[in-house]
Nanobody
Framework: QVQLVESGGGLAQAGGSLRLSCAAS????????MGWYRQAPGKQRELVAT???????YYQDSVKGRFTISRDNAKNTLYLQMNSLKPEDTAVYYC??????????????WGQGTQVTVSS
């Protein structure tokens, strides 16, 4: 029903920047909250940041001031600008969305993940 495809991951040096994108496609009626999660090796998946359709944002304390979440509602696309990267930001980053699909369905959807590796 809804497909989320992330892009923009890769290798960066500490202090560098990367920008992640997540494109949502399918028979989408409405996307409410979207977010980025990450999972480092041997650790549980954790919330990084979220944004509502109205633009309200939330950030995990460790990324405040360094990461910026944004979205283009017309394009059903989510972004994560990551600046001042640290080695501890290394993880697989996942896109997540709460979407409504016609005629009256919907749910919570995940992308396949994109690897971010930060070298010291």
């Amino acid at each position: 029903q809804v497909q989320l495809v992330e892009s923009g991951g890769g290798l960066a040096q500490a202090g560098g920047s990367l920008r992640l994108s997540c494109a949502a496609s399918g028979r989408i009626f409405y996307i409410n909250r979207m977010g980025w999660y990450r999972q480092a090796p041997g650790k549980q998946r954790e919330l990084v940041a979220t944004i509502t359709s109205g633009g309200s944002t939330y950030y995990q304390d460790s990324v405040k001031g360094r990461f910026t979440i944004s979205r283009d509602n017309a394009k059903n696309t989510l972004y994560l600008q990551m600046n001042s990267l640290k080695p501890e930001d290394t993880a697989v980053y996942y896109c997540n969305a709460d979407a409504s699909v016609p005629p009256s369905g919907g749910g919570n959807y995940w992308g396949q993940g994109t690897q971010v590796t930060v070298s010291s």
